[in-house]
């Protein structure tokens, strides 16, 4: 079965800082791999997705992810944060086989401060 | 261009009542996925609708069905409300041939009393 983990539940940040955001799944086949962000009062949104070739994918607003195979992981990274990325950012894995439905993680609060 | 609409935007019930969610798809799309989000967790994959059949089902009690109509808008049904159906549910739209990209709806909050 799949599963995705997002270990971080709550992030604060100032504006500027980095951002790492964790995302570990568990899947033995070829996999997607998906963030969505939630702004607060608006739906899920589509942030960046990878499917194959480069690992390091650059999503919209500045952020990026890469996927490290050996490790199952698909981090969400963002230089330097504003606080127009406060949001719940959702990590969500598709397997290529079996299941056609996305997985998703508990998902990441983010709030950054002014 | 129209994204997934959904209504109602809130809804209130009691235990034991049925309810029925409504959602249009993304113009041109013609699959439709339902999905729970409780208070802090991530949505989960309810069941998803093409050529008005239900594809694929996730870990859901026969309690929530659905339906989706020819011009691929959906239905989501639950009968015999629990406390545990409050929720906020998301309808995502995509096509076919496309499944990895999806649309989301801005949701449906139920409140079960």
């Known amino acids: 079965a799949q599963s995705v983990s997002q270990h971080n539940h709550h992030v604060i940040l100032s504006e500027a800082a980095s951002l790492e955001l964790g995302c570990n799944y568990s899947?033995?086949?070829?996999?997607?791999l998906f963030w969505y962000v939630q702004y607060p009062g608006q739906h899920l949104q589509l942030l960046l997705k990878?499917?194959?070739?480069?690992?390091l994918v650059k999503g919209i607003k500045g952020f990026e992810a890469e996927f490290i195979k050996s490790k199952f992981s698909f981090n969400l990274r963002k230089p330097s944060v504003q606080w127009s990325d406060t949001a719940e950012y959702f990590c969500?894995?598709?397997?290529?086989?079996?299941?056609?439905?996305?997985?998703f993680g508990t998902g990441t609060r983010l709030t950054v401060i002014p | 261009d129209a994204g997934v609409t959904q209504s109602p935007t809130h809804l209130i019930k009691t235990r034991g009542q049925q309810v029925t969610l409504r959602c249009s798809p993304k113009?041109?799309?013609?699959?439709v996925s339902w999905y729970q989000q409780a208070l802090g967790q991530g949505p989960q994959f309810i069941f998803q609708?093409?050529?008005?059949?239900?594809?694929q089902r996730g870990n859901f009690p026969d309690r929530f069905s659905g339906h989706q109509f020819p011009n691929y808008s959906s239905e989501l049904n639950v009968n015999a409300l629990l406390l545990g159906d409050s929720a906020l549910y998301l309808c995502?739209?995509?096509?076919?041939?496309?499944?990895?990209?999806?649309?989301f709806g801005p949701g449906t909050r139920l409140t079960v009393t």
């Open positions: 995502a739209s995509s096509l076919t041939g496309n499944i990895y990209e999806q649309y």
């Open positions: 899947y033995g086949g070829t996999v997607n």
């Open positions: 990878y499917f194959s070739g480069d690992p």
């Open positions: 969500a894995v598709l397997a290529q086989t079996g299941a056609n439905n996305l997985f």
């Open positions: 113009s041109g799309h013609d699959t």
């Open positions: 609708y093409y050529e008005e059949e239900e594809r």
